[in-house]
């Protein structure tokens, strides 16, 4: 698995969620359980990876949406 994105906003990961679906590009989503440790406050991000197959056409969908800043530079 590769790292597409890392974000803290819960939003943005349920729009990336939603597209990768929708593309039915495999993904999961990591870390989400951190806000136990943390206390609920949402600094640990948390991080979507896709299979390493699907990076460049996960990072395309992303890019054509409008996500193309949230993207992991060295893809993960």
């Keep these: 698995m590769r790292e597409l994105c890392r974000t803290n906003d819960a939003v943005l990961i349920s ?43 996960a990072r395309r969908l992303l890019s054509e949406a409008g996500f193309g800043k949230e993207l992991r530079r060295d893809g993960g």
């Design 15 to 57: 729009a990336i969620e939603a597209l990768l679906r929708s593309a039915q590009i495999e993904h999961l989503v990591v870390d989400q359980n951190m806000s136990v440790l943390e206390g609920s406050i949402g600094i640990f991000p948390r991080r979507v990876l896709v299979d390493g197959d699907d990076l460049d056409a």
